[in-house]
């Protein structure tokens, strides 16, 4: 057996940056990624964001990469929440997210600031922090 721990801090939007996770639903949304993570053997810690986006710190397993994870939490619960007619207009996740390795010492810290995305955006916006993860992180911006 392998023993793996790698903890990945990922961001994802909502296509065209579109409010879709009111407080009626994101906490619906956020308790049925959880779910549907555990039963594909995904490892979610810590979720939560706003109107047009969600952070989520996780554990990867031994055998699956990244992109095929994150195509896994994005596309499942798209399926999930345009099945469940949550949102008046169809679902859809951007395409594009972000996604930085985190040690165990910045655990604790990156909880915090997933947690406490509700008071962070008052002052910044999704854009904005976007782009200020893409910057500290020194990837490419796309525009």
């Known amino acids: 057996m392998s023993y793996v721990r790698v903890w990945i801090h990922a961001v994802w939007g909502t296509k065209n940056r579109h409010p879709y996770l009111t407080k009626e639903i994101k906490q619906q949304v956020i308790d049925h990624i959880k779910e549907n993570a ?25 055998d699956t990469s990244i992109s095929k994870t994150l195509q896994l939490l994005k596309g499942e619960s798209a399926f999930w929440i345009n099945r469940q007619k949550l949102t008046p207009e169809k679902f859809e996740w951007a395409d594009e997210y972000f996604a930085a390795s985190v040690s165990e010492s910045a655990l604790d810290k990156v909880r915090a600031y997933i947690l406490n995305q ?8 999704f854009a904005h922090e976007y782009e200020k993860f893409i910057s500290a992180f020194k990837f490419q911006s796309h525009g």
């Open 38 to 62: 555990k039963s594909k053997g995904l490892f979610p810690d810590t979720i939560n964001g706003h109107t047009e986006h969600l952070h989520c710190l996780m554990a990867l397993n031994a």
């Open 118 to 125: 509700e008071e962070h955006h008052k002052t910044i916006s």
